[in-house]
């Protein structure tokens, strides 16, 4: 657990932030490969696009809008 803790200079160990352990995650990818960073990066890019889009065409996600048409996750048939 190297990567969530770190040793302080009184000896105490901390928990890192959560952009320090995306840091060290980068980091650990890298090492792996280029290829390997670059899938991690793209799959996170698209998820964050395809997020923004269902956001922008169901509304945001837990609040009603009764004028919808889509929903955030595929298509649901309406009777």
Known sequence: MELYHVNTKNGN???LSK???KINKA????????LALSIVVGI????????KE???RAWL???HN?????Y???CLCTF
């Open 27 to 34: 980091h650990t990818l890298a090492k792996k490969g280029l």
């Open 19 to 21: 952009d320090q352990i």
């Open 54 to 56: 269902a956001e922008e």
């Open 66 to 70: 009764k004028d919808r048409t889509v």
């Open 61 to 63: 996600k837990g609040k």
């Open 13 to 15: 160990k901390n928990e």
């Open 72 to 74: 955030h996750h595929g």
């Open 44 to 51: 996170q890019v698209m998820k964050a696009m395809l997020d």
